[in-house]
């Protein structure tokens, strides 16, 4: 078996996740989070789209880690997203994680907004 290392330049991938809490770039973040480009801040959840509004011109796409099962977003939440440009992914917030450093690793322009598990 050949293992590659992954660079991700000066992004910042997830390390892991727990019952309320996320190991994002080797801290320990309590609650909802945000991890972008810009870096880790908190997030309000999926009634706070101000965080992610920031994220306009930054990114293509967000990943919206609902907790443990995947959950249908708001939809006002949603509608403001695609109408900045932003294209917006629900799963669960482990295959967000997933997903989000994969495509980091990639180098592509994405972000993850995530409830814990």
Wanted: glycine letters at 14%.
């Amino acid at each position: 078996m050949r293992l590659n290392e992954i660079s991700y330049n000066d992004a910042v991938p997830i390390d892991g996740y727990g019952p309320g809490f996320f190991r994002i770039g080797g801290k320990v973040v309590q609650g909802p989070v945000l991890v972008s480009p810009a870096g880790v801040a908190a997030w309000g959840g999926l009634g706070d789209s101000d965080g992610l509004l920031a994220l306009a011109n930054v990114v293509d796409v967000i990943f919206v880690g609902t907790g443990a099962q995947i959950a249908h977003l708001p939809a006002a939440l949603r509608d403001t997203l695609e109408a900045a440009g932003l294209g917006v992914e629900p799963m669960s917030s482990p295959a967000a994680c997933r997903t989000y450093n994969v495509l980091l690793s990639e180098g592509r322009r994405v972000a993850a907004a995530l409830i814990p598990v």
